[in-house]
């Protein structure tokens, strides 16, 4: 049995893994496929080119669902990105570079780059960033808070 055929108590699920549980169901009935997770040597592999680490939930988001593929968005227009693509914002958003820190990473974006979402990776700073459109503006004070958003207000988001 594969890891995504696995049968899961609900009752036992984390609330991260709760939420991402219900967002990848969220995608598959609208018709998006989500990528399969990646491993820990590909989460490695990316915290050692760009000397950071993963947050608890942003790598088990990574480990679980791997971002849309590139011709892939959701209902709202948004594109979740896969670890390989994440880039730091001040690379992706160099006009807005005065908002932002190196910890600071684009991992989706709205209707084909409108705006972009970014993730704090730090250890005591996980808050979300709307860029793209004039000064950062968080919308989330975690990547939790953000998935929960996500499902339930996306349009707060925007």
């Known amino acids: 049995m594969s890891r995504r055929e696995r049968v899961v108590d609900p009752s036992s ?7 991402l549980f219900q967002v990848e169901r969220r995608w598959r009935s609208s018709g998006v496929q989500p990528r399969t997770g990646v491993g820990d040597a590909e989460i490695a592999a990316f915290e050692r080119r760009f000397d950071v680490r993963l947050t608890r939930d942003v790598a088990l988001y990574f480990r679980t669902i791997d971002g849309m593929d590139a011709e892939e968005l959701d209902e709202h227009l ?40 970014t993730v704090r990776l730090s250890a005591t700073d996980e808050r979300v960033l709307l860029v793209g459109g004039g000064a950062p503006r968080q919308v989330a004070a975690s990547f939790r808070e953000f998935l929960a958003t996500y499902l339930s207000r996306p349009d707060e988001l925007f």
């Open 13 to 19: 699920r984390t609330e991260v893994e709760s939420l």
């Open 78 to 117: 948004i594109r979740f990105q896969s670890l390989d693509e994440l880039r730091r914002a001040r690379d992706e958003v160099p006009q807005e570079s005065s908002g932002l820190t190196e910890s600071d990473f684009v991992f989706a974006e709205w209707s084909l780059w409108v705006h972009g979402y």
